[in-house]
């Protein structure tokens, strides 16, 4: 009895096992937007905004120790609402201040001049730029998520 049991249960495994793995590959699959490009250079990040006639998304974060930046990130740039909006409208540019992360010198120097240039005094601080690098808005953190930030940005942008 137990042989017989075993048996109608391997069997009843392999047939779910070939159902599965028989299903086509794109049934209903679900697109997810691409990762956006984020730039670390001030110079790529205004090149990419005239080629593609588009505004700069400047993010001034201490991505590894401010709380308030990693709930941007988390509740909205890495969220599908932002990354199909950044996609079509904005050229992002991160500008990082981490405690742990490791950076380079050079790195460090260019991100605390622009620190320095656009008079950050707080993270996170966004700065929405022209290609030419002058401001057009500046905002930061916002309750809300993905789809409230996003129309925010519209917005501040009309």
């Given at each position: 009895?137990?042989?017989?049991?075993?048996?109608?249960?391997?069997?009843?495994?392999?047939?779910?096992?070939?159902?599965?793995s028989a299903a086509p590959a794109d049934s209903k699959a679900v697109k997810k937007p691409a990762e956006p490009i984020w730039f670390?250079?001030?110079?790529?990040?205004?090149?990419?905004?005239?080629?593609?006639?588009?505004?700069?998304?400047?993010?001034?974060?201490?991505?590894?120790?401010?709380?308030?930046?990693?709930?941007?990130?988390?509740?909205?740039?890495?969220?599908?609402?932002?990354?199909?909006?950044?996609?079509?409208?904005?050229?992002?540019?991160?500008?990082?201040?981490?405690?742990?992360?490791?950076?380079?010198?050079?790195?460090?120097?260019?991100?605390?001049?622009?620190?320095?240039?656009?008079?950050?005094?707080?993270?996170?601080?966004?700065?929405?730029?022209?290609?030419?690098?002058?401001?057009?808005?500046?905002?930061?953190?916002?309750?809300?998520?993905?789809?409230?930030?996003?129309?925010?940005?519209?917005?501040?942008?009309?």
């Open positions: 009895m137990k042989k017989m049991f075993l048996v109608v249960i391997a069997a009843l495994f392999s047939g779910i096992c070939a159902t599965v670390t250079n001030m110079s790529q990040a205004q090149e990419a905004a005239r080629k593609e006639k588009k505004v700069i998304f400047v993010d001034f974060t201490g991505s590894d120790w401010c709380i308030w930046c990693v709930r941007l990130h988390d509740e909205v740039l890495s969220q599908p609402a932002f990354k199909e909006y950044a996609a079509k409208n904005l050229v992002l540019l991160l500008v990082d201040f981490p405690n742990k992360k490791p950076m380079t010198k050079e790195q460090k120097a260019a991100n605390n001049a622009l620190a320095q240039k656009y008079g950050i005094r707080g993270f996170p601080t966004i700065l929405i730029l022209n290609s030419d690098g002058q401001v057009l808005a500046k905002t930061g953190y916002r309750r809300g998520g993905a789809a409230a930030y996003v129309n925010h940005l519209k917005n501040i942008l009309k």
